[in-house]
């Protein structure tokens, strides 16, 4: 069982999306990871979304992909989950092709679109925490904790800085 899906449309889009596996991993979340193309294998993408996710009880799906990035559309077609899109480099577009077409959904198929590359990775991974934690005071409370320690490392970067200067 797992709460989070990270479904990638190739597998040349693992050296970037192992980051979002890292940070889940850090919040004690172990991600069903599938590479799964909106493209190349739509039929398994709408069955693993209508039939293997909820066998294994996600409750957030995030899909990343390349070029024209339609896998988290495709993906938010066929669940009520939230869906969280990370749009990638690649091409010769520099993943501007990927980002809008993450991004542009029509009214009723959102998809919470983060940014181009390794930080929307990163940043995918910590608002499924985010919405998990609605109903998971821990897991709030871990997010939180992420928070003030983010702060106190800016803090004594400050500091040290002023010490040199
Ligand atoms: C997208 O096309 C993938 O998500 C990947 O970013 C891009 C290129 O795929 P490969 O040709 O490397 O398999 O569907």
Redesign the pocket.
């Known amino acids: 069982m797992t709460r989070v899906a990270i479904l990638?449309?190739?597998?040349?889009?693992k050296p970037i999306m192992d980051a979002a596996v890292e940070v889940l991993k850090e919040f004690g979340i172990d991600p069903d990871v599938r590479i799964l193309?909106?493209?190349?294998t739509p039929d398994m993408v709408q069955k693993y979304i209508t039939q293997e996710a909820p066998q294994k009880g996600v409750r957030v799906f995030i899909a990343?992909?390349?070029?024209?990035?339609h896998?988290a559309g495709a993906v938010a077609a066929h669940t009520h989950l939230p869906v969280i899109g990370v749009p990638?480099e690649?091409?010769a577009l520099q993943g501007m092709d990927?980002l809008l077409s993450t991004v542009q959904m029509p009214p009723g198929v959102p998809v919470a679109t983060v940014a181009i590359g390794k930080a929307g990775a990163k940043n995918a991974a910590y608002l499924a925490v985010q919405i998990l934690g609605v109903a998971d005071a821990s897991l709030a409370d871990k997010f939180m904790e992420f928070k003030k320690t983010m702060a106190e490392t800016v803090l004594k970067k400050d500091k040290s800085y002023g010490q040199c200067h």
Do not use: F, V
């Open positions: 990638m449309g190739s597998d040349s889009d193309s909106a493209h190349r990343a992909a390349g070029m024209a990035a896998l990638l690649g091409s990927s």
